[in-house]
């Protein structure tokens, strides 16, 4: 039970997105990069970008990294 609901266990189904401020002194990015390697082993399409700032710099920093993925799953390929 405790693993079925435990964030992260189980891989996304839908192509997902990760962005980290280089100094963020809150999440440390190789939490964020474990995950995405985790996800990526179970065959989920993960994307991780490092972005300028920190924790909260980098939510601004990354957006236009954000913009252009989001735009990017709503192209037709």
Known sequence: ??????????APTVP?????????R???????RTLADDW???????EVRRVVGDHFVGSVSALPFVTRWVAARFTTR
């Open 40 to 46: 990526r082993a179970q065959g989920a399409d993960v």
């Open 16 to 24: 997902f997105a990760f962005y980290h401020g280089g100094r963020d």
């Open 26 to 32: 809150w999440i440390p990015e190789h939490g964020v």
């Open 1 to 10: 039970m405790i693993d079925a609901n435990t964030p992260g266990a189980a």
